[in-house]
């Protein structure tokens, strides 16, 4: 059963510092999401990705997130520096070719900018 | 801009009710409608979707029907249980190039024993 998978599950950090954030998608999806989730919000769009090209990042604070795809298998959002208030919840999904837009969500990376 | 409302935002049924959380969708253009369910402290996971083309879609105790007309679509669950407790988010999507969900605010559901 394949799955998007995440690292680091867990992260807690100094503001200023920092933090790198990565996924792997599930072999062969060409589409890559990074959500972000806070204490009882929804899910926020911050980017995504097409055959690893950017497709729409509007939702994502440009002057300390950036996000890339360095390579089919590995997706990576990076905070600098990290703020308190980007303690939340972040998710990768990942999405296949064509025929279907359903997405499938890793278990989310936990962060915590004390 | 393109937009999903959803409600309500909380919901409380006893063990064996229906519940019913509805969605209303801004984009005439959305084709394609998926549910997520996310228990606490995991991650979301779709549950049923459904295409344009189609009225109603069944899978066991839950359906989503789907008004193109009016832009809005439905999540039915009958009898529930204890373990359907968690938070429901409906999402719509255009097909064909841009696949970008838009999602609702989410349906916390409680399903009291």
């Known amino acids: 059963d394949a799955r998007v998978t995440q690292t680091p599950r867990h992260k807690v950090t100094e503001m200023g510092q920092e933090v790198t954030m990565r996924c792997q998608p599930i072999l062969g999806h060409n589409t890559v999401f990074w959500y972000r989730q806070t204490m009882m919000q929804g899910l926020e769009l911050l980017a995504y990705f097409r055959n690893r090209a950017p497709l729409d990042d509007s939702g994502m604070p440009k002057d300390r997130f950036s996000a890339e795809m360095p390579d089919a298998t590995l997706a990576t959002l990076k905070i600098q520096p990290s703020e308190p208030r980007d303690s939340a919840v972040y998710f990768c999904?990942?999405?296949?070719?064509?025929?279907?837009?359903?997405?499938?969500f890793g278990p989310g990376t936990r962060l915590l900018v004390l | 801009g393109e937009n999903v409302e959803q409600h309500p935002s909380t919901l409380s049924v006893q063990e064996g009710d229906s519940a019913v959380i509805k969605c209303t969708y801004s984009d005439s253009a959305s084709n394609y409608f998926p549910w997520y369910k996310q228990e606490l402290g995991k991650r979301p996971q779709l549950i049923i979707d459904?295409?344009?083309?189609?009225g109603e879609k069944k899978d066991q105790r839950i359906a989503v029907t789907l008004n193109k007309t009016a832009k809005h679509f439905s999540l039915h669950i009958t009898e529930t249980q204890p373990e359907d407790s968690a938070v429901y988010f409906c999402?719509?999507?255009?097909?064909?190039?841009?696949?970008?969900?838009?999602f609702g605010a989410g349906t916390r559901l409680a399903v009291h024993p």
């Open positions: 459904i295409r344009s083309n189609v």
């Open positions: 999904a990942s999405g296949p070719t064509s025929g279907t837009e359903t997405q499938y």
């Open positions: 999402a719509a999507s255009r097909s064909g190039g841009y696949n970008k969900l838009i």
